[in-house]
């Protein structure tokens, strides 16, 4: 029997050998070894800069040139390459991301104080987006050339043309600064108004500051969502076992929730984490344009002004949980679907 | 001997293009594309980089569509439909050349990654999906960032970010086509692997590269008006730069829309083109897909 080369791949790449745990450390390693790699390459890649970290740093202040020389050694900016290579590192590992040009203060706080609204904004943008999508996903591909399914890939085609940017540009203009008729219902910027309440008002003055950016965010995000779920439907449709569904006599509306969408649901799932360096590529976009105040900001904000050690501080900490939340994803798939085990 | 596939390939461009034909939407992509690119292309016949200068804006500043100016102004008094069509040039060059250098690479990595057994494809497929896994476009902000914002150095960072799928895609088609019977013989007869990744896998994977480059045209025009907007472009005239200067200067608040949409609007239109021809040209290219259409 010949073995063709596909088949070899997908032996190699089958874990049907593996042990659940063993498949859970190959993946973990190579999370690691990505993690290093990022490291690495952070560290040479701001290294590629041009000019003098602290000529720019004392820009516009009166400085000594025995001044400026403290201010290299502060930075460990005097010693060689491969000495600051090992001392970066070391640093790191210790969760030490260096201090902000900009704002005097050390990385890791001000990331610390600007991930929760981050995780605010982008998690509901999430789930709605997940749900919305997969919802109308299942309906468009369960029917496939249908008017709602046409309306769909349309409305999706539409979306994932259009510049996030853009998108909140327009909400902006129309919702919150007010076009011709349309009064400005929503604030342009911010988390919260300076006079908010506090309880439950402040609670409902951060959703009105919300709906804007989140919009958006869902709006670029869940055509993606929609067009996988499709797709996985449609793969679904011509199965044997849908057909011994509608065999049973089952209705039409219970084989698409009770059989098809829950075989079709795992592998969307898991592409909507594996593609999550997209959602965050759009939540830079949404909170630079709202001035929400979240990771995303921060690190637009390092890239205006440009504060070097900010910026590589959050590139760093963003790369990194996007490959963690990739391996996870990996790993409970594995889990989750026996499809993939007994492959 | 040559002949014969002169016309051998004519035939197979012939019956390409019937069937391209057949997709209407991908029609209305292309017509779309070429009334932008001839656009593009004779801007210089008529205007020139001066529509683009602050100084030579003399007319009212931020003033809604007129005669005088059919789309509007924009804060120094430059008109918004000059600075449209010259900012074109911008954002199409970024686009085709962006996309040009992702499928460069991507399809080096990706016959490499496919071709070569053992640690060598190993390495190759390790590296690709890290570059996979990254953000691309905070990845490509960084080095935007960091390189300056020159059109070539938006091209590497948009280029150097985007490969990557390409990559898998291409090298997935690189083990189908080597598990079939005719490398086999070449193999017997002795090619090397110049030769059967250059003249047996490359002609094979050349007609859904041709689908790729279109979507990721698409995509880097996109990344290009967003790095722009994220202020990291130098200030070349693009769509993403207009765009750019009505958030700075409060158009929004003004309420001066034409400044706001029409740039957009440019951008939503040439990257519905090129999607819709992409999609077109996948729907007729790839194998995959017309076995699962019949």
């Not at chain 1, 593609?275 to 979240?294: L, Y």
């Not at chain 2, 019956?15 to 034909?21: A, C, G, I, T, V």
Request: hydrophobic share 50%.
């Amino acid at each position: 029997m010949t073995v063709t080369q596909p088949a070899v791949e997908a032996l190699e790449e089958s874990p049907a050998r593996y042990g659940l745990l063993r498949y859970a450390a190959a993946k973990a390693g190579g999370a690691l070894l990505s993690i290093a790699m990022v490291i690495v390459a952070t560290f040479f890649l701001f290294r590629l800069l041009p000019g003098d970290p602290v000529r720019a740093l004392a820009q516009g202040r009166n400085m000594t040139p025995e001044q400026l020389d403290l201010e290299r050694a502060r930075l460990g900016l005097d010693k060689s390459i491969p000495e600051q290579f090992v001392h970066f590192v070391k640093q790191t590992l210790q969760f030490d991301l260096g201090t902000s040009y900009e704002y005097k203060r050390p990385v890791i706080d001000l990331i610390g104080e600007r991930i929760g609204s981050t995780l605010l904004l982008t998690g509901t943008a999430l789930v709605m987006a997940v749900s919305l999508g997969i919802w109308q996903g299942a309906r468009a591909g369960w029917k496939p050339g249908s008017r709602f399914d046409k309306f769909s890939t349309a409305i999706s085609l539409v979306l994932w043309s259009v510049p996030t940017f853009w998108l909140g540009l327009l909400l902006l203009m129309v919702f919150a600064a007010g076009i011709g008729p349309v009064p400005g219902v929503f604030p342009t910027r911010g988390i919260s108004s300076v006079d908010a309440p506090g309880g439950l008002g402040y609670v409902l003055d951060v959703a009105q500051h919300m709906v804007l950016p989140c919009l958006t965010m869902v709006a670029v995000v869940y055509a993606q969502y929609l067009l996988v779920m499709r797709s996985s439907v449609l793969d679904e449709v011509g199965q044997d076992y849908i057909t011994t569904a509608r065999a049973k006599g089952l209705r039409d509306d219970d084989i698409r929730r009770r059989h098809a969408v829950p075989n079709a649901l795992l592998p969307t799932v898991t592409l909507v984490f594996m593609r999550i360096g997209f959602v965050v590529g759009g939540a830079v976009t949404v909170e630079a344009i709202f001035s929400w105040p979240g990771l995303g900001q921060l690190f637009y904000d390092a890239i205006r002004v440009p504060d070097f050690t900010l910026m590589q501080g959050t590139f760093l900490l963003i790369t990194v949980s996007v490959i963690v939340m990739n391996t996870l994803a990996d790993v409970v798939y594995h889990v989750l679907d026996p499809r993939v085990r007994s492959a | 001997m040559s002949s014969v596939t002169w016309v051998r390939r004519q035939r197979a461009l012939q019956r390409f293009w019937s069937e391209f034909r057949m997709h209407r939407a991908g029609m209305v992509g292309l017509a779309i594309l070429l009334v932008a690119v001839v656009l593009a292309l004779i801007a210089p016949l008529f205007i020139d980089a001066g529509v683009t200068n602050v100084v030579s804006g003399t007319r009212a500043k931020m003033a809604p569509p007129s005669i005088d100016d059919p789309l509007g102004t924009d804060e120094s008094g430059r008109s918004v439909l000059l600075m449209i069509w010259w900012g074109s040039r911008t954002s199409l060059l970024i686009g085709f050349l962006a996309a040009l250098l992702s499928m460069v690479i991507g399809t080096t990595f990706g016959i490499a990654a496919g071709h070569f057994r053992g640690w060598v494809g190993a390495i190759i497929l390790r590296i690709t999906d890290w570059f996979l896994v990254l953000p691309s476009l905070v990845t490509a902000l960084v080095l935007a960032a960091i390189l300056g914002g020159s059109t070539a150095t938006i091209i590497v960072a948009i280029g150097v970010t985007s490969w990557p799928s390409t990559a898998r895609l291409i090298r997935a088609q690189t083990l189908a086509v080597e598990a079939r019977p005719y490398i086999e013989r070449s193999l017997a007869l002795g090619a090397g692997h110049w030769h059967i990744t250059t003249r047996h896998v490359f002609p094979n994977v050349a007609p859904l590269l041709l689908a790729s480059t279109t979507l990721e045209v698409a995509s880097a025009i996109v990344t290009e008006s967003t790095l722009a907007f994220l202020g990291v472009s130098a200030n070349k005239t693009s769509w993403g730069t207009m765009l750019r200067g009505s958030y700075d200067w409060g158009a929004a608040t003004a309420g001066a829309w034409w400044y706001i949409l029409l740039p957009g609007l440019c951008i939503v239109l040439v990257v519905m083109a090129f999607t819709l021809c992409g999609r077109a040209l996948e729907s007729v290219l790839n194998p995959r897909l017309r076995t699962r259409a019949a």
